[in-house]
């Protein structure tokens, strides 16, 4: 959930004129469900369902005892002006709009899935275990949060975990985060 904790932040301080968005040069994103986590959208209905028998309703009640920012995983959603007039236990889920990502600033991320190729049928399914290859782009047939293909990175036959700890990842994003070099003032 960092990368939309980071998008969350940026977006608010922007918003609200703050200073600190003008001194950020880079965010990156390890796995981040930008478009929402299957497994929030798992919990969400099986809530429901259970809440609806009297046997099985202490059960839908404690799934329902989510934290906001665990609802928030439904579609990824990064400010709470975009589903404040929704029900949160409504079984359907209206979509919600996605702020852009904050400009003067370079978007990384990384995704892994479980095969070795992304666009194996299995790794289309299950992703990293956690989250889906095109929810760590944030892009999808119908959506696009403004992520550019050059500045991910995939990882295959990796899980959600180990994009936290792998050199690959590392070695990516090194070069990419240096300060670029300036000359003095009269050099060439």
């Known amino acids: 959930m960092g990368g939309l904790v980071i998008r969350s932040a940026c977006h608010l301080a922007t918003a609200d004129d703050a200073n600190w968005p003008t001194l950020v040069r880079h965010t990156v994103c390890l796995g981040t469900p930008h478009l929402g ?7 969400h209905p099986a ?6 028998w009297s046997t099985t309703r202490p059960f ?3 799934l329902g005892r989510r934290s906001a920012g665990v609802r928030d995983l439904f579609h990824g959603a990064v400010a ?3 589903w404040r007039d929704t029900d949160p236990e409504a079984f359907w889920q209206p979509a ?3 702020p852009p990502l904050m400009e003067g600033a370079r978007h990384l991320y990384v995704t892994a899935t479980i095969t070795r190729r992304p666009d194996h049928p299995f790794g289309r399914i299950v992703g990293d275990g956690l989250v889906l290859t095109n929810n760590g782009r944030g892009r999808d047939r119908k959506r696009h949060i403004g992520f550019e293909s050059d500045n991910g990175l995939h990882i ?6 180990t994009m936290l700890n792998d ?3 590392y070695e990516w994003m090194l070069p990419l985060l240096r300060p670029r070099r300036t ?3 009269g050099t060439v």
């Open 37 to 43: 986590a299957p497994l929030a959208r798992g919990v």
């Open 47 to 52: 809530t429901a369902a259970l809440r609806l």
């Open 60 to 62: 839908g009640a404690l």
């Open 80 to 82: 709470e002006e975009y």
């Open 96 to 98: 919600v709009d996605y």
């Open 156 to 161: 295959g036959g990796a899980h959600h975990f």
């Open 167 to 169: 050199d690959t990842v």
């Open 183 to 185: 000359l003095p003032p």
